[in-house]
């Protein structure tokens, strides 16, 4: 038996919902981000079984932008949380709360 | 090469960003304001050299990746007159602010870049990139004053949810690709009508909504959007107000009547529901703000939701409507928003009381702030005016056919009248306001910022008094859309 | 039974013979350890093993901030490289825009070298 599109879905699914369940319950901020990081990969895979499955290549084109441009944005990401960090002293998303009401 | 003509005016832009930040390296601060001003007067150049576009219907480039309409020459025009604006403030404000100035120029540069490729994107790949190179440049632009604890904190927090809404874009891209094995937009909507009944295709195009509902800041994505309008430096924050919006409008405007004209009936309901949502909550949070940032970034909301409700009538004057209406929201925000960044600059504060006396200090602040306050709240004869006026006049039309606009026009008619409560709160500080005991000598605006003061005002009142030269230019850019 | 579930009863016995061993395996290691070396815990035992030396100092040393902005630099310059592999896979047959496009990339990359370079961000001291 060889796993087909909706075998791949699955998984892929599952890592996005394990994703979205880390961002909205951990909170470290660099694991929150790694869980984003996580929800992308979950598009990743999607987009190369369905391209295995259209028969065509534009899916794995889109991969690749994906890839650079997540790149892109855990420099920034990377960058801004270790400015915070040198701050605050801390990762954590109850020390964002210096604007309330 | 053809190609590269077509691409002609994000070519420039981009190039213009990467030579601001070349020669800024080996510059001496006293030219850094020259680099400024020479950067404006290219996007002036630039913004000249787009008349030249005469497209023919849709022109279309790099394999369809690329397209060029009157529709998205209307956007450009608009994106590059945000981005004089942007950067003719931040050169005014540039030495509150502490180093990179030439970094934040090209920045700027790079995400007016991006969101003039998001008014031509044709295919789900350019769109992702397009809309990425926005977002990825406004994190670094919010937290730019990397000292300031409330500009990392808003940066962090618009990384976050904007990486979220990344994610959920990018799977529903991916859900559309499988769905129908195409990115391109032209095959996307030749597709046959078996195709587009696929669940798969729905729950990607929701997810595609979120997206953009993220940039547009709409309820329910709309949580970012107080934070990082009172932590970003006010000239990110004008350019977040306007320009990151459009990019969100023009992208749903194209995807919703261009690519896949399925989703006009499916997501009329969603679209009704979160243009009165937005409203509701823009308006209803907005009353207790003493901070007038945040208090713009509720307003952006609310904007949000008039906006959207011109979408939402999927008619020609609908969508005509919204395109004035963000004409006129463009040059009041960038007034509101001179006038903020002036304001913090001598008192370091932007809540209420600062304002106290401000029309004895700077009679010409008061005036900016005054105009863009009153447009705001959709006084005639000013700019905001007329676009509520049209708006509601679309919907007024449409409920003809669906009365859930009934409803929908009156959430928005309560939206204003709230709304002058607290938009005229603002002009009472300015003029009645009891100062405290800060010194109230009288505040001196540098010319650049005098020059774009004056020019937003003479704008939106030009905007109110004569709109139908705007709302033509509209109504081309709706037409090349394929709306009637 | 069919030839196909056959083949999965062979698998479901791999898998018990592969649960099973080690786990013998590992109860006869535990039974040798308790009878004939039992624990015997002590200050000179819990500490890190640094190849015979005294051991110096916390494993959690700060690092300086220059190792991130390093690291940050690497990685873009490390996944832009992506896009030359199918560029090099598919040389041969591609038109001279495509080389063009791909020199124009990575002249965009000199300039962010050049600008990491002149900002100092290379200087290690």
Redesign the interface.
């Known amino acids: 038996m060889t796993p087909g599109l909706e075998h791949y879905l699955v998984v892929s699914l599952l890592l996005f919902a394990l994703g979205l369940l880390g961002v909205i319950i951990r909170r470290n901020l660099l694991v929150i981000y790694m869980s984003l990081e996580m929800m992308l990969n979950a598009a990743n895979l999607a987009l190369v079984a369905f391209s295995r499955f259209n028969n065509n290549l534009n899916g794995q084109v889109m991969v690749f932008f994906i890839i650079t441009v997540a790149a892109a944005e855990v420099a920034v990401g990377l960058a801004l949380i270790v400015a915070l960090y040198r701050q605050r002293q801390s990762a954590h998303v109850e020390d964002l709360a210096t604007m309330k009401l | 090469m053809n190609d590269l003509v077509l691409m002609g005016l994000e070519g420039a832009v981009l190039v213009t960003g990467l030579a601001v930040l070349l020669l800024d390296l080996w510059i001496t601060p006293d030219q850094r304001r020259l680099l400024g001003f020479g950067a404006i007067a290219t996007l002036g150049v630039i913004f000249c050299a787009s008349f030249a576009y005469l497209p023919d219907g849709t022109q279309y480039a790099f394999g369809g990746m690329y397209a060029l309409d009157e529709f998205a020459l209307y956007f450009k025009r608009f994106f590059l007159i945000a981005g004089m604006f942007v950067l003719l403030l931040s050169v005014g404000t540039s030495h509150a602010e502490e180093g990179g100035q030439g970094e934040y120029l090209s920045l700027s540069l790079f995400a007016l870049a991006g969101m003039m490729f998001c008014a031509s994107a044709a295919n789900l790949a350019l769109l992702f990139v397009s809309l990425e190179l926005v977002t990825v440049t406004f994190y670094v632009l919010v937290g730019f004053q990397r000292r300031r604890l409330a500009s990392l904190e808003a940066a962090i927090k618009y990384l976050i949810i904007g990486a979220l809404s990344s994610a959920f874009l990018v799977y529903g891209i991916a859900l559309i690709y499988g769905a129908t094995g195409t990115l391109d937009f032209r095959q996307l909507a030749s597709l046959p009508a078996a195709v587009m009944e696929s669940r798969i295709l729905w729950l990607g195009a929701l997810f595609l909504f979120v997206g953009l509902g993220f940039k547009m800041a709409a309820v329910p994505f709309q949580i970012w959007a107080p934070d990082v309008y009172q932590g970003a430096p006010p000239s990110t924050t004008a350019f977040l107000a306007v320009g990151s919006k459009a990019a969100g409008f023009v992208l749903l405007l194209r995807v919703l009547h261009q690519t896949l004209p399925v989703l006009e009936t499916r997501w009329l309901h969603l679209l009704m529901g979160v243009a009165g949502l937005s409203i509701a909550y823009g308006v209803l949070c907005a009353i207790p703000q003493r901070s007038l940032k945040r208090l713009l970034g509720y307003s952006s909301i609310a904007n949000a939701g008039y906006l959207l409700i011109g979408v939402a009538t999927l008619s020609a004057a609908g969508a005509t409507a919204a395109l004035y209406y963000l004409a006129g929201y463009l040059y009041t925000v960038l007034a509101a928003f001179i006038v903020i960044a002036v304001v913090l600059q001598h008192t370091g504060r932007d809540d209420f009381d600062s304002l106290a006396g401000l029309h004895q200090r700077s009679p010409l602040l008061a005036a900016g702030l005054t105009f863009a306050m009153v447009s705001l709240a959709g006084i005639p004869p000013l700019a905001g005016f007329f676009g509520k006026f049209l708006v509601l006049k679309a919907a007024l039309a449409a409920g003809a056919e669906h009365p859930g606009f009934y409803w929908l026009l009156g959430i928005a008619v309560v939206g204003v009248v709230i709304s002058l409560y607290y938009y005229f709160g603002v002009v009472r500080a300015v003029y009645w306001g009891t100062p405290g005991e800060q010194p109230a000598g009288p505040i001196r605006v540098e010319w650049p910022l005098q020059v774009a003061l004056y020019l937003a005002m003479v704008a939106i009142l030009w905007l109110g008094v004569m709109p139908n030269q705007i709302t033509n230019l509209a109504e081309l850019a709706v037409k090349s859309l394929g709306l009637r | 039974m069919t030839e196909q579930t056959q083949s999965y009863l062979f698998l479901a016995v791999l898998l018990g013979v592969a649960v099973a061993f080690p786990l013998v395996m590992l109860g006869l290691a535990r039974l040798w350890a308790t009878v004939y070396s039992p624990a015997k815990p002590g200050p000179a035992k819990a500490a890190p093993y640094e190849c015979g030396l005294e051991s110096t100092g916390d494993a959690w040393v700060q690092l300086r ?1 220059g190792y ?1 902005l390093y ?2 630099v690497f ?2 310059f ?3 490289a ?2 030359l592999l ?1 560029f090099a896979v598919a040389f041969t047959s591609l038109p001279v825009g495509a080389f063009v496009a791909i020199l124009v990339f990575l002249l ?1 990359l000199v ?1 962010g070298l ?2 990491a370079w ?2 100092g961000v290379l200087e290690w001291n």
């Open positions: 901030s991130y690291a940050i990685l873009i490390d996944v832009e992506l896009f199918p965009l300039e050049v600008w002149q900002k």
